[in-house]
């Protein structure tokens, strides 16, 4: 069994149950025929976010708190065309744009809050 084959049955049992995502097969990542447990644009949000909150102590405060809040509103909208265009039927994603939309998701929501916990701290 290879690392992917292991990645991807754990994401079947850790993920399917639970209300992480809708897991639709036709939007997930697949890989011999297996699917990922999370859709394509989640798996790419979840890496991200997760990535982000991890650099945390190396990243430092880079920005200020506006310009967090500010990039981080800049990166929710692609994901927010893409997921609203492709449900009122304007058009049809693919898993490619979605996991780029979701990197830029999991990237702009920590940015966002990051940003939001900055102001309120002080």
Known sequence: MTLLDF?????????RPYPFCHSRPDRSLCYHRRYFGLCARCTGMYLA???MILSFPFRGELLSPTLNIILG???L??????GTT???GSRE???FLRVVTGLFLGVGVVLFAEGV???LIG
């Open 7 to 15: 990645v991807f049955r754990l994401s079947n049992r850790v993920f």
């Open 49 to 51: 976010g997760c990535l």
């Open 73 to 75: 509103t800049v990166l």
């Open 77 to 82: 909208l692609p994901g927010g065309i893409d």
């Open 86 to 88: 492709q449900m009122f």
């Open 93 to 95: 994603s693919n898993n």
């Open 117 to 119: 916990l900055f102001i």
